[in-house]
Nanobody
Framework: QVQLVESGGGLVQPGGSLRLSCAAS????????MGWYRQAPGKERELVAG????????NYADSVKGRFTISRDNVKNTVYLQMNSLKFEDTAVYYC????????????WGQGTPVTVSS
């Protein structure tokens, strides 16, 4: 059974930090490019950060560059998103996504973890 389980979301003050984790199971994690997406109320889901299967290629949305860091551990089958200097506009539900690097038809999503930046 394929699962992507996010954790680490919560309430944080502006300027604070959170670390999201996404634990994968049920598929060969090291074959999958992984990404973090977010969806704010009333807005479309957007890509926050992506990392290829080896971790050697990473990309970020302009809005989070210099503040967020994506990483992965192919032994622990987990992808992380370190979020620093959080802003009000980072408030959203954050989703983990995996896509098979060899067969892009295989795409999996987690259930999401909410992040609220508020004073």
């Amino acid at each position: 059974q394929v699962q992507l389980v996010e954790s680490g979301g919560g309430l944080v003050q502006p300027g604070g930090s959170l670390r999201l984790s996404c634990a994968a199971s049920g598929f060969t994690f090291s074959n999958y490019a992984m990404g973090w997406y977010r969806q704010a109320p009333g807005k479309e889901r957007e890509l926050v950060a992506g990392i290829n299967r080896s971790g050697g290629s990473i990309n970020y949305a302009d809005s989070v560059k210099g503040r967020f860091t994506i990483s992965r551990d192919n032994v622990k089958n987990t992808v992380y998103l370190q979020m620093n200097s959080l802003k009000f506009e980072d408030t959203a539900v954050y989703y983990c996504r995996g896509q098979d690097s060899w067969d892009p038809r295989f795409v999996y999503w987690g259930q999401g973890t909410p992040v609220t930046v508020s004073s």
